[in-house]
């Protein structure tokens, strides 16, 4: 049941899908991510987000998906995510209609777009990107990802806009990775990004001949927050690396750190923190999944991401031999190889 006050952002949208199966969609989302979902009476379920929830309620034979946020642009990202989530559930429930805050034609409250200021290399493999942009404050909360959005390369880029019902339209197919924001600057108006330089990446060859001024879009936050805790297991390969950067600053001094660099190269800049420990397994996710077996290490909070098939290994190894409950396990996939 609730009893702390509703978040004062919110939409709705009537759907013809059964609520029992909404229930049992949001119980697994919650088991799944390790989120915290909520019931009021049977009639209502939810699950929190960030600073926010969605989730849907029966009324009648009716049922309401809805969403509720502390700002704007999260309203709009769980808007967007509930959509998502209903989309996969229910393929054939077309004409999702919000109620609330939306301005047919405008930019999407989560999107805006900013221009290249600097790319420069940061270690062999990465190179760091500044984007100068308005509208940058919903990017500096607890979450630290958003997906870069890069023009059509023709220069008759149609960026995203939203329909008259409240949803993301886009005019163009436009490639939007997720990115982690490394460093911010709201005052200067600026966030960095750092990419990792592989074969083929189109992030890639666009941050490379990027010319200063050319506009790219910025959607989010996204993704996860960032774990603090006084012991800490954390670890990942090259496209984990910048993330890994900003767990590392944000712990208090006190904490300790076991970091773990499955990445070919190790030489990307991470803070310094005095409780951290570096190890190196290049393309080790199978000698760590068996070195967390071996050694049972005591770690408040698990924090591992790479490509999603060198994830299994150690999604076994920290779910399922440790046992560790996913609200302290984070195991992400951050690319994939297929
Ligand atoms: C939450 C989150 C945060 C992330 N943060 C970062 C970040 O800060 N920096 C960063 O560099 N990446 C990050 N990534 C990973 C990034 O989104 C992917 O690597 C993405 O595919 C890069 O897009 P691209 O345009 O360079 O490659 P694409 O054009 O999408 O892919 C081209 C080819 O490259 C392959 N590929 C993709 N990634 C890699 C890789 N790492 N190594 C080898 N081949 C690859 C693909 O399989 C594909 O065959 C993050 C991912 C997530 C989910």
Redesign the pocket.
Known sequence: MRTDPLPPFQAEAEIAVDFAGLDALFRHLADDHGLTLRSGHGRSTWVTVGEGEFGARQRGAATTLYARAHSADWLFTLQEAAAAHLADHAPDAVGLRWTGPAQAGALPPNFSLGRVASVERVSAQFVRMRVQGDGLDRLARDMI?FRMVLPSGDGATEWPRLSGTGQTIWPQPL?R????I?AIDLAAGWLE????V???????AFAQAAAPGTVVGLIGPG?GGIPLDDRLLIGG????Y??LARIIAAQGPGARIACHLLGASADYPLPDHPGLTLHHHPRGEDDLARLLVAEAPDAGQFWL?T?KSRLQPLRQAVLTSLGVPKTRAHL??????A
């Open positions: 990802h490639h990775p997720a990115y982690t490394r990004t750092d990419v990792f592989h074969e083929g990446g189109r992030v890639c993704g390969d090259e496209t984990a910048p993330a991401a490509e992400a996939a951050y690319w994939n190889a």
